[in-house]
């Protein structure tokens, strides 16, 4: 049945698994549905399921997000990003291997189990395990690696074969798992309606743009956001601080906030314990400098700061839709901090990826291996002309930050003048890559790989 479709031909039913209440309401359409599709979807609820007859393309939409975000959290599916880069693994068999040793979480199991395909459990597990449907996880608002698909495929009660793991890793497909995995873009998706004719957003771009062409100077060099601490944030703010960079950008370090709940243990040992310090310290940068490592305890003990003051906004907010338009007009490049900054454990773009060309700004981005690639791939212009992108290709996350700070060294070691210039001579790959992202729709779109 599957893998046998033409495009134009293909009608698929989709059935929900959230409640009905929640099919039309404002976070609910963040997710996937509120993009277009190339094919003909019917939805339905789970609760209308019947087993489709011969020909028919039927899943079942399971949403890792909202009502089944427990179930499916980074420490049940992916135990290993919880622990860092500490543990690596060297194939799929390993990795396997050594989640059979973990014990997994029986109350969680028990809880949601029965809980997914209500009121048709049996009818569906039977229909899957017999190939007459695909169950869908939708995930792709993430980048998880190393997941553990055994614990997934346990806790809905399906064999791997009749899973399908939607993912946001570009390079999902390529991982090794025995699961069916793919790749969507939906950040790219979510940002192109700020690209699109009637968002009133429009406006700023093309002030943006007026500001290009009439070679306005601006005060400062880039913008650098750091709302959420990680540890490959910490390495990136530690090495600027370092090169006495900071200065003349536009930043924000939330750091170790005393009111993020996630923060309090690492907080209480940075706070606590010196030796820990020591050791967390030579553990994100051996290898490294006297200098380096001192920079990094500074850093480690910042909190809450804009531009090296308290900061005025609130940085426990997901700023992840916010524009400050007062900043763009007034820096010549964003400088990016992605979600994850692995050694090519995953390639995850978040919105931040796409931000740039929503708001008419070249960039430079410290993230996965590859990530500057896959924007290229997706038809976007990255500047190679003007800026350095080889960092992008080191696979080991230390030599590609050190690659990375010699690129922002040399556009920070430019005039402002000079600066003024090289965004005119960018406008028209400015306009391209703002085209570019209003056709996010016609990339990756789910069931493609039918």
């Known amino acids: 049945m599957y893998g046998q479709h033409k ?34 979807i019917v939805q339905k609820h789970i609760s209308d399921y019947t087993t489709p007859k011969t020909g028919e393309e039927v899943y079942i939409m399971v949403n890792a997000y909202k009502k089944w975000h427990t179930p499916f959290s980074m420490h049940l ?220 305890k500074e850093v480690l003990n910042w909190e809450n700061l804009q531009n090296g003051k308290t900061s005025i906004e609130d940085l426990n907010i997901n700023l992840v839709w916010t524009l400050n338009f007062d900043h763009i007009y007034n820096v010549y490049y964003q400088l990016i901090c992605e979600t994850w900054a692995t050694d090519g454990e995953t390639c995850f773009l978040s919105e931040k990826a796409y931000k740039p060309f929503m708001l008419g700004q070249p960039f430079v981005q410290w993230g996965d291996p590859g990530a500057v690639s896959v924007l290229r791939d997706s038809g976007y212009d990255t500047y190679d002309n003007w800026i350095d992108h080889s960092y992008e290709l080191l696979p080991n996350a230390q030599d590609r930050l050190n690659s990375l700070n010699q690129t922002v060294t040399k556009l920070n070691s430019m005039s402002f003048a000079e600066h003024t210039e090289m965004l005119y001579e960018m406008r028209h790959v400015i306009e391209h890559n703002f085209y570019n992202l209003s056709l996010a729709d016609t990339r990756h779109s789910l069931f493609d790989w039918g």
């Open 77 to 296: 599916i992916s135990p290993l990003m919880c622990e860092g880069p500490r543990f690596k693994y060297s194939n799929i068999s390993e990795l396997e291997t050594y989640y059979k040793e973990m014990r997994l979480d029986s109350d969680v199991i028990i809880r949601y189990k029965e809980e997914f395909f209500k009121p048709h459990t049996n009818k569906i597990r039977t229909d899957a395990a017999n190939g007459k449907i695909r169950i869908m996880l939708f995930h792709a608002l993430e980048g998880y690696y190393a997941l553990n698909f055994n614990y997934i495929c346990d806790i809905l009660g399906i064999p791997k074969e009749s899973l399908i793991y939607v993912s946001g890793d570009a390079n999902i497909s390529d991982r090794g798992y025995d699961v069916e995995c793919h790749f969507y873009n939906y950040w790219e998706r979510s940002s192109k309606i700020f690209a699109q004719d009637e968002d009133p957003k429009n406006i700023n771009f093309k002030k943006q743009l007026e500001l290009i062409t009439k070679k306005t100077p601006r005060p400062y060099y880039n913008t650098f956001y750091n709302r959420q601490y990680r540890d490959h944030r910490l390495q990136i703010m530690a090495s600027l601080h370092r090169d006495n960079l900071l200065s003349n950008m536009i930043w924000s370090w939330g750091g170790l906030k005393k009111n993020d709940p996630h923060m309090n243990d690492l907080r209480k040992s940075v706070k606590t314990y010196p030796q820990f310090v020591e050791g967390y310290i030579d553990y994100l940068s051996s290898g490294e400098s006297q200098e380096t490592k001192a920079a990094m």
């Open 7 to 40: 495009t134009t031909m293909r009608k698929i039913t989709l059935y929900i698994t959230e409640e009905l209440s929640d099919l039309s309401d404002k976070v609910h359409k963040q997710f996937w549905w509120r993009h277009q599709s190339p094919y003909t």
